[in-house]
């Protein structure tokens, strides 16, 4: 498998709260971002390709984020992602969050695959689930 997969984001003066950190809202922004980063990467297509021409949504079903230090714009952002389950019609990433070697958020996204024109649950199509497949732990 090899290292997870590493998505970098830059936060800016315009992610933050007044108390000079990132505002909460945009730690699960910065996780989708490297999730969907990691699709284009491993698949060739992020969510916007998959939706409109696979016709293949994933919306998410749950999502469980655990801060630990505090994100800033000091430092780059780095999302270290990796799937670490696939089920029947559903996929699990696991995204951590460091920021100079500081582990500053872990959290664990799951969404459902969809037929997006009938958003109706489907199992994933088997190219897509062979990426995932060679990915997991």
Same mark, same amino acid.
């Given at each position: 498998?090899?290292?997870?997969?590493?998505?970098?984001?830059?936060?800016?003066?315009?992610?933050? @709260?007044?108390?000079?950190?990132?505002?909460? +809202?945009?730690?699960?922004?910065?996780?989708?971002?490297?999730?969907?980063?990691?699709?284009?990467?491993?698949?060739?297509?992020?969510?916007?390709?998959?939706?409109? @021409?696979?016709?293949?949504?994933?919306?998410?079903?749950?999502?469980?984020?655990?801060?630990?230090?505090?994100?800033?714009?000091?430092?780059?952002?780095?999302? +270290?992602?990796?799937?670490?389950?696939?089920?029947?019609?559903?996929?699990?990433?696991?995204?951590?969050?460091?920021? @100079?070697?500081?582990?500053?958020?872990?959290?664990?996204?799951?969404?459902?695959?969809? @037929?997006?024109?009938?958003?109706?649950?489907?199992?994933?199509?088997?190219?897509?689930?062979?990426?995932?497949?060679?990915?997991?732990?």
């Amino acid at each position: 498998m090899g290292q997870p997969f590493e998505h970098e984001i830059r936060v800016t003066w315009g992610d933050c @709260d007044p108390a000079r950190i990132a505002y909460t +809202a945009r730690i699960p922004w910065f996780a989708l971002d490297a999730i969907n980063a990691w699709w284009e990467e491993k698949l060739g297509d992020g969510w916007f390709q998959m939706e409109l @021409d696979r016709g293949v949504g994933t919306p998410f079903v749950n999502m469980t984020i655990d801060f630990r230090s505090p994100v800033t714009p000091r430092h780059r952002l780095i999302c +270290a992602v990796r799937p670490v389950r696939l089920g029947e019609t559903s996929v699990s990433f696991e995204v951590l969050g460091r920021q @100079d070697d500081v582990l500053c958020f872990e959290g664990r996204f799951t969404c459902v695959f969809i @037929d997006a024109p009938t958003f109706r649950k489907a199992p994933p199509p088997e190219d897509i689930r062979a990426v995932v497949e060679a990915h997991l732990d």
